[in-house]
Structures are given as C-alpha cells and as structure tokens.
C-alpha cells in the first residue's frame, strides 16, 4: 500500500508556526476540497471556516470568475516583471483600481508578494524617504508588543511577538515596541477610554526617550487580527493621531487583516479615519487565490520618493505577477458589483454582533467582541472570573474541539478568534454561532 498522504507529509513538509516533532507524532489535517464557505477534509468531514483559511478567502471557495481570469491570464501573458522600464495591462489595471479605493491621498501602490514583502519595502521607503528629506538619523521604527507584520526579518522584527523575538537572534535594528491597546488583557482596572488614552500616552513616552528628531515611523494594524482580534478603545485611534501629528513621525498603518471589507470599510484607516503614509496589503486584495500584496503610498512619501529619489534599488521577480494582479483585479471588481463591503458594514456585521454577543452568557467567556467580520471570545476560568493557567492550555483545547465539531476557530492563547469569508449568510453566521457555543460547553465539560 502507498504511504498516506499525512505519513509523506510527515516525512517531507516543514510546515510554518508548526511544532515540527509535535506534528509528526499527531499527523496533519489533508484538507482536499473547498466550496462558499466550508472546508472539507480527506476524511470526509466538512467544516464551517471561520478563519477564511488564514483571514484572507473574502469572497470565498470556489468563486469560478477568479478561476477564469487567472486561465485567461496564463494564456495571455503568464509571466512578465515588472523592473525597469516594463509593465503589463493587469498591474496597470489593478494599480489604478486600488488608488480609487484608497483614501485620497494615496496614489501610487509598489507590488510584493506577500504581506511580510510588503513590510519589508515599507522599511526600505520609510529609511529611504527620510534619506531623500536629508534627515538620515530618523532611523527608529515603534511597533507595539503582540503586534502582527510577518515572517521575514524586518516583519518579525516590526511585529512584537515575543515567541518569534525570542528565537533567532537580533532583529532589525532601531525597532522597539509599545504596549498594545488591548482592555480585555492588560487594561480592566481602568475604563476602556482612560487605558486607550494611557496606550497613546506611551508611544508619546517612547518617542521622547528615543528623541523625537529619531523617531522615524509608528507601525501599528487598525485592530489586532493575529495578536488576538483586538479593538482597541475607541480613545485610542484619535489620541494616537493627536501625538503622531505633534511630532514629524510617519504613520503606517498595516491592513493586510483590515483591508477589503473585514471591517466593514474598504481599509480599517477609513474607519478609524487615520489618513496613514503607507498602507501594507495582502491577503484580501486577491481572497487569497493567488499571492500577491503591496504598499499603498501617501503623496507626501511618494512625491519625495518619485522627484527625488532617482532609482529605488527594491523589488521583487512577482512585483505585480500579471496572473496574481488579474485575479486581484477581478477580485475587487466583484466586491464592487456585488457590494460586499456594503453588506459587512451595513447587515452582516451587526447580524453577527448581535449573535456573537449572545455567547457572553457561557460561564467560560469572559467577553465576545466584534467589529465587522472578525470577532473574539476571551476565555475564562468560571469557578474565578480570572484567566487560566496557561499551562492548561484551554484555548488549544477549545480550538481542538471547534474542529471536532465542525467549527474552523483560532486560538490565541485562552482568546478563540474568528474571521469568515465576507460571503456567509445569516444562516451560516447562525451556524458558526451554534458550533462555538457546541465547542465552549464540550470544553466547559472537559475542564469540569
Ligand atoms: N501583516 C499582518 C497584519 C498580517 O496579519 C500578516 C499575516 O498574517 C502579515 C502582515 C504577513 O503577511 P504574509 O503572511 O502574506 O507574509
């Protein structure tokens, strides 16, 4: 008999954030097939994605027009760069559609592959732009604790996840980090206004003891996605503002997660109304189908980049990889027809607020929150009120559970996320609901 596809991937496949011994002694899940917004594995189960795979299938499964455009593409032109002096229709096409969904001052995108690329070129223009305005010591990048910008070195080290600082080694340099404005975990003795007031106060704190003159950038998502699903209170976004536009510091603003609808809004900067100098994307731009992500640039940097910067020595082979760029392109073209972002902000959103809210009554959640389509449930020991010990790791229980039951939803320590393809339904949102309240009384009974 041939070897099973989870015994050669046990043999062959490193798999990213995955305990490497751990998985080949519990084997991996083969998921074979996919359609709306359901898996389905080499099992034979079907399962309910709450994630949208990794917060990134917007339209979700199966769409056959993103198909069809990538066939047609592949056809036409299936590779062609973009260094130099070249370009295709599909980049010309999907950099002006994403200059006319971007906030107004932001007219020009630089393509990456992926969203981690897109931090990168984000470090390398901020460096740059500072050079080209003759002030080269402005070198100091503040990035907040628990904060989520990719894998590579400058998106590790941009992040403030402490698990991925600790292995490795140094990082970027000139990096340092925040507190995150995070009430559920690290703000309850105080209202939810006075912690965003004091999370803004810190980065004023920070960039003083750095010297404001060195400060050159603050990096920060709209809302937390793999950090936890964190809103943060509604203080924070204007206080931040505030300190940013006391001192010349630039505002970057991460919607790889927020960007294309999650939040109800084309990017979470228009939510928050934050007007940001440069704009990371990914995942969403293309709903995953293929890699592909970018940098949104603000006039202010571009203007400086493009007078006076002659050649940008960046870039990549997949810049604008004219099959990705189609499939983006087609992408956002029917989130337009079809008015996706509309229907998060106006009726899906608030149909699975209320539900998602309902689950605050079980004895293990301590808070269910959402904003848009992304939500969190902050578990609780019941018998204290207070979190349980990690080493009990509740939350992994919990998300073992959800699967079992039918429920893809995502642990992050003891705070279980979700994040769905902006296509569910109300009935599906009824569904996900009844499967996380399945999957919190199994965990409530296994604990007990
Ligand atoms: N930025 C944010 C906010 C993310 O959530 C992610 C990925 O989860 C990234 C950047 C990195 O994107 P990628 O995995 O495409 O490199």
């Not at 340099?173 to 006075?194: K, L, M, N």
Request: hydrophobic share 40%; net charge negative.
């Amino acid at each position: 008999m041939p070897p099973s596809l989870p015994a050669l991937d046990r043999a062959h496949h490193l798999h990213p954030f995955t305990d490497f011994k751990a998985l080949g002694e519990e084997g991996s899940r083969v998921i074979t097939h996919a359609e709306g917004v359901y898996i389905h594995d080499a099992e034979g189960h079907r399962l309910l994605d709450g994630m949208a795979g990794l917060w990134c299938v917007n339209l979700g499964y199966g769409r056959r027009e993103l198909v069809d455009a990538a066939a047609e593409q592949m056809l036409q032109l299936p590779y062609y760069n973009t260094f130099f002096k070249t370009t295709h229709p599909p980049a010309v096409g999907l950099a002006e559609k994403l200059c006319r969904l971007a906030p107004a001052h932001m007219n020009h995108v630089f393509f990456t592959g992926s969203g981690s690329e897109a931090n990168d070129t984000v470090l390398r223009m901020v460096r740059r732009y500072w050079a080209l305005r003759g002030k080269p010591w402005k070198q100091w990048v503040i990035g907040r604790e628990n904060g989520y910008h990719g894998s590579t070195l400058a998106g590790m080290s941009l992040g403030g996840m402490a698990l991925m600082h600790e292995q490795g080694g140094p990082g970027v340099p000139c990096i340092t980090h925040v507190r995150q404005p995070y009430w559920f975990g690290e703000g309850r003795d105080q209202s939810p206004e006075a912690f965003g007031h004091a999370c803004a106060a810190a980065i004023e704190e920070r960039i003083l003891a750095l010297g404001e003159e060195n400060v050159a950038a603050f990096i920060a998502e709209p809302v937390q996605g793999a950090g936890g699903a964190i809103m943060p209170p509604a203080s924070y976004w204007p206080a931040v503002k505030a300190v940013l536009a006391r001192y010349d510091i630039l505002l970057v603003v991460d919607e790889v997660i927020c960007g294309f609808g999650r939040l109800g809004e084309w990017f979470g900067s228009v939510l928050y109304d934050l007007a940001p100098d440069l704009m990371p994307i990914a995942k969403g731009l293309s709903s995953g189908y293929l890699p592909i992500g970018g940098v949104l640039v603000g006039d202010r940097v571009a203007d400086t980049l493009i007078e006076e910067g002659g050649e940008f020595f960046h870039g990549f082979t997949y810049s604008g990889h004219p099959v990705c760029a189609a499939v983006a392109l087609r992408n956002l073209e029917i989130m337009e027809e079809e008015g996706v972002v509309e229907r998060v902000r106006d009726d899906l959103g608030p149909y699975l607020a209320r539900r998602w809210s309902e689950l605050a009554d079980h004895p293990l959640v301590g808070e269910a929150r959402s904003l848009g389509l992304m939500g969190a449930l902050e578990l609780v020991d019941p018998t204290t009120g207070g979190r349980f010990d990690r080493a009990l790791a509740v939350g992994t229980l919990c998300r073992d559970i959800s699967f079992a039951c039918g429920l893809v939803m995502r642990s992050v320590g003891d705070t279980m996320i979700i994040s769905p393809p902006l296509v569910i339904t109300h009935e599906q949102i009824d569904e996900l609901v009844s499967l996380a309240r399945e999957a919190l009384d199994e965990t409530a009974r296994r604990l007990s």
